[in-house]
């Protein structure tokens, strides 16, 4: 008899620190800005690859209402800690005109050593995710459902998108944070395996040439955690509006347990190739809910604002069953007034419009982007005792 995976949750955000007056990245915050969030969240913060990012993480969830307290909690956290300091945070997966060149990394051995190998590849990393892991315990069961997860993996990118800026430019693309990031090695779409062991051979080929030390260095869109035994969801861009996250996290925890439920019941997604599969990821990185996806069974573009609401229908049983069917249709609200890329380009157009200088509405921009991070009047404070 299949078992039947916990499906917790646990949920990571990166953020970026912004110069409050100047609304630029701050290249060098203080280290006591970082021990001031450290000191009220404790090991859920961490430093990132560069000193203008930081990460948190929430612990195992058993809920997506849970895991959306967490980072309500650690935002409102963190922006008192750093306020002091001049600092802002800014949830968004690219800053609207900082300059890549002149930034600092992390002095870590982790993040020495990443800066070494890549070079201009990891310095050009000024970029911002979301990630969400999903319990599945059994081995064999995360590399199956992580073959079939695959083929959503543009849904869930497209619902998130929150980098349409790069360098003060527009860059034409929702999601130019994905286009930054799959110049480093052992990105985008995640290979097939036929079995957990098959997957292990295959990082472990890489390990004893000397090339890997471990499975964290395999940056795919989704990968079974080397960490924990979970799936973990690494395509989205962060979502400015905390509200929006929890609806990526309802919609990829509810997406798990259909399949494992089409699994118990001796059925499976169609499988599709990995070449289709990117066409639909461009598709969503390019113009996100605005746009189309291809339908592989129909053979034709169907808008996402359509293919959303059957997902919604799709999983409403599972959403139901996990109680996350609230957060879940909160996607018909993304759906209308936009991801945080569509209200960014919105707001930069308008002000543009009534006589703005393009410096000017970027900063705007920024100001949009810090305000919404920490919008979190409705959302009550975690229990962290």
């Not at 969240?41 to 997506?64: N, Y």
Request: proline share 3%; net charge negative; glycine share 4%.
């Amino acid at each position: 008899m299949l078992r039947t995976p916990s499906f917790t949750l646990g949920m990571e955000e990166e953020y970026l620190l912004i110069d409050r007056e100047t609304r630029d990245l701050a290249a060098d915050p203080p280290e006591e800005a970082f021990e001031a969030c450290r000191a009220v969240l404790g090991d859920q913060v961490t430093h990132e690859f560069l000193r203008c990012q930081i990460e948190v993480g929430t612990p195992i969830c058993q809920s997506v209402g849970e895991a959306r307290d967490q980072l309500a909690h650690m935002r409102r956290c963190l922006k008192s800690a750093s306020a002091p300091y001049g600092l802002a945070l800014m949830a968004a997966s690219t800053h609207p005109f900082a300059e890549w060149d002149r930034l600092i990394h992390t002095n870590k051995e982790r993040y020495n050593a990443l800066a070494d190998d890549l070079k201009m590849v990891v310095a050009r990393l000024v970029i911002c995710g979301m990630h969400v892991h999903v319990g599945v315990e059994d081995d064999d069961l995360r590399i199956d459902l992580m073959q079939q997860l695959t083929y959503f993996v543009p849904h869930l990118l497209a619902l998130t998108t929150s980098s349409p800026f790069w360098r003060g430019n527009v860059t034409g693309l929702k999601s130019y944070r994905l286009s930054v990031f799959d110049e480093l090695p052992r990105t985008g779409l995640p290979e097939q395996f036929s079995s957990y062991s098959e997957y292990r051979r295959t990082i472990s080929t890489l390990v004893k040439a000397g090339l890997l030390e471990d499975a964290t260095k395999v940056w795919w869109d989704l990968r079974p955690s080397d960490k924990f035994p979970t799936l973990e969801l690494r395509i989205c861009d962060v979502c400015t509006n905390l509200e929006d996250a929890a609806t990526v996290a309802a919609m990829f925890q509810s997406l798990a347990r259909m399949l494992w439920r089409l699994r118990r019941d001796n059925q499976k997604w169609r499988s599709y190739s990995r070449f289709l599969i990117e066409e639909n990821r461009w598709l969503a990185q390019r113009h996100g809910l605005t746009g189309s996806l291809v339908d592989f069974g129909r053979g034709e573009k169907v808008l996402v604002d359509d293919l959303i609401e059957e997902l919604i229908d799709l999983l409403r049983e599972d959403a139901e069953a996990l109680g996350c069917l609230a957060e879940l249709e909160h996607a018909r609200t993304i759906k209308t007034r936009g991801t945080s890329a569509d209200r960014q380009l919105s707001l930069y157009r308008d002000k543009l419009e009534s006589g703005h200088s393009a410096e000017d509405a970027l900063r705007d921009v920024v100001d949009f982007l810090v305000d919404e991070t920490v919008a979190l009047e409705n959302t009550p404070a975690a229990d962290v005792s």
